[in-house]
């Protein structure tokens, strides 16, 4: 009997992962088990190394489906996110995302279809990865323009969450619409264009108030 598993990540330990799992049955998913890290890096920790993550690798077996709100929870660098889904492909396992309905598995022998299929997965690994260097750099810089001055006004407290920063991020990298994110996250449309319009400075105000 064939299974499908949610995997979900949140790199803080105060982050929600309820909303992963109500975002993917709300996109018709029927998730029979979710397996999730809490307060893990997807930069500096491989799937694999991760405390839950590795136990997929014990779990999926040929014919079930692993389905993630996007690429970046398995990983945000380039190689690991690639091999990883190379790898659950080769055991006969699908990929199935939340945001864009995107399915990978290795069944396809099309060497059309595989080029696409790998062209797809090496573009979304290279996108999560450089989000996540987009997103240091704007942690890094926060950190810098309050260093020493552990008073200084920091402005209005981000009405968004971390994760729904990156999930705004995410969708927004899919082509998704303001009103479709809004949906997912429950965010205004007007702070949704504002994330759009300048991420570096949404990213920095959340780093200025430690989020």
């Known amino acids: 009997m064939t299974q499908t598993i949610l995997y979900a990540r949140v790199s ?9 799992r109500t975002h993917a049955e709300k996109a018709g998913f029927h998730i029979d088990e979710v397996v999730a890290d809490h307060g893990v890096s997807g930069v500096s920790t491989r799937l694999a190394e991760r405390t839950e993550g590795k136990r997929l690798f014990d779990m999926l077996r040929r014919g079930d489906t692993l ?22 492909m080769k055991k006969g396992v699908i990929i199935r995302t939340v945001i864009n309905n995107m ?8 060497p059309t279809q595989m080029a696409v299929r790998d062209a797809l997965i090496a573009f979304m690994a290279a996108t999560a990865q450089a989000q996540a260097e987009a997103t240091k ?3 890094r810089a926060g950190i810098e323009a309050n260093k020493g001055n552990a008073d200084k006004y920091r402005g209005k407290k981000p009405s968004y969450s971390r994760d729904q920063f990156n999930t705004v991020v995410d969708m927004i990298g899919a082509g998704q619409g303001a009103s479709a994110i809004s949906k997912a996250t429950g965010l205004t449309r007007q702070t949704i264009l504002r994330i759009r319009d300048d991420q570096a400075a949404s990213e920095a105000a959340l780093a200025k108030w430690g989020i």
């Open 137 to 139: 750099e704007a942690q």
């Open 103 to 110: 399915t990978f598995d290795g069944s396809t022998t099309d």
């Open 12 to 20: 803080t330990l105060d982050q929600d992962l309820t909303h992963q």
């Open 67 to 88: 389905v993630v709100r996007w690429v970046d929870r398995l990983g945000r660098n380039y190689e690991d996110v690639t091999e990883t889904i190379r790898l659950f």
